[in-house]
């Protein structure tokens, strides 16, 4: 599986940004797909997800009510719609899908990812 993001960039605080990611290659065992961020000198961490079949999501608790994430599964691509932007929200943000597989006696998944796009929030 490769993951290519794009979108991201420079914005003033309050801004928007939209970050897009495409997945190719063997894709039909995707089971979830995410945005992860690592801001310099911490952990990466989750900033949503949202699996292929019946499209839940979930949300870090520092985005939920600015961020939005999409899928459009015809196309293996997610959306990651950012709203409200702060400084703390710089970091290098990272494309994610889990991919499945029967391990002999039960199913768990591989994690792929991006090389990562930069979003910069200026105050």
């Known amino acids: 599986v490769r993951l290519v993001e794009s979108g991201g960039g420079l914005v003033q605080a309050g801004g928007s940004l939209r970050l897009s990611c495409a997945a190719s290659?063997?894709?039909?065992?995707?089971?979830?797909m995410g945005w992860y961020r690592q801001a310099p000198g911490k952990q990466r961490e989750l900033v949503a997800r949202i699996t292929r079949g019946d499209g839940d999501t979930n949300y870090a608790d520092s985005v939920k009510g600015r961020f939005t994430i999409s899928r459009d599964n015809a196309k293996n691509t997610i959306l990651l719609q950012m709203n409200s932007l702060k400084p703390e929200d710089t970091a290098v943000y990272y494309c994610?899908?889990?991919?499945?597989?029967?391990?002999?006696?039960?199913?768990?998944?591989?994690?792929?990812w991006g090389r990562g796009t930069q979003v910069t929030v200026s105050s």
């Open positions: 290659g063997t894709t039909f065992t995707i089971s979830a």
């Open positions: 994610n899908a889990e991919k499945g597989r029967w391990d002999g006696s039960s199913w768990t998944h591989d994690d792929y």
